[in-house]
C-alpha cells in the first residue's frame, strides 16, 4: 500500500479523462469491497481472462489486501472512481508488487468495459510508473496475452519494450527500465 511519506505523489489524484469527465485516483482500501464486486461483475469475460488469464468468477482476496514478499518489497494498489457517495463507481484499477529486494515490480491494470478509449489505462500506468522511480524501483514488468493488442500498444507508447514470455507463446512480457530519463519530462520548459 502506499504511505503517507510517498515521494511526489498527490492523494488523492483527479485525472480528466478524454472524454472530459474525471475519476479521483487513490489508493485501494477494505472499504471498497462491495464497489470492487460490482467493477468485478461488470467487466465481460475477456477482460477477466485478460487480467487474470484464467476463467475468474469471484473477485481474489488478495486484491483488497494486497502483500509483497520480503522486508523491502511493497505494494501500490490504486482505484480510479467516478461519481461521488452511493453514485460512486469504480472505473478502473492498477497495482504493483515489488519483488523482495524492492528493485522491481510486476504492474497490473483493469479498466472498466465502458472506460476504454478514455486514456484512464495510460494516466493509471503513468502514475504507477512515477510513483516506482520516487521509490527507486529500477524495473517495471508485466505478463500480457499476446492477442492484447491494446496493452501491448499502450505499454509500447510507454517506451516499455515487448519480448517473448518463457516456454509460452500465448504470453508475452513487456519490461521498462525505470532508470531511463523520462523523455516527456525531459522536454518540458523549466
Known amino acids: 500500500m502506499l504511505h503517507d511519506d510517498m515521494d511526489g505523489w498527490k492523494r488523492p489524484n483527479l485525472l480528466t479523462l478524454r472524454d472530459g469527465r474525471t475519476v479521483t485516483v487513490r489508493e485501494i482500501c477494505p472499504e471498497d469491497k462491495d464497489m470492487l464486486d460490482v467493477a468485478f461483475e461488470r467487466l465481460c469475460k475477456e477482460a477477466r481472462y485478460s487480467r487474470f488469464f484464467a476463467t475468474v468468477r469471484d473477485v481474489p482476496d488478495d486484491i483488497l489486501h494486497p502483500r509483497a514478499p520480503g522486508a523491502h518489497a511493497h505494494v501500490v494498489a490504486l482505484v480510479a472512481l467516478s461519481g ?19 528493485e522491481t515490480c510486476e504492474f497490473a491494470v483493469t479498466v472498466a468495459d465502458d472506460w476504454h478509449g478514455l486514456g484512464l489505462a495510460r494516466q493509471l500506468m503513468e502514475t504507477l510508473i512515477g510513483i516506482a522511480r520516487s521509490r527507486r524501483v529500477r524495473r517495471m514488468e508485466g505478463t500480457v496475452l499476446s492477442s492484447n493488442t491494446s496493452m501491448r500498444g499502450l505499454a509500447k507508447r510507454l517506451g516499455f519494450k515487448d519480448g517473448p514470455y518463457p516456454d509460452d507463446y500465448s504470453l508475452r512480457t513487456v519490461s521498462l527500465d525505470l532508470n531511463q530519463c523520462d523523455d516527456r519530462q525531459a522536454l518540458r520548459p523549466e
Open 84 to 102: 461521488k457517495g452511493e453514485a460512486q463507481v469504480m472505473a478502473g484499477g492498477a497495482r504493483y508488487v515489488t519483488d523482495a529486494r524492492g
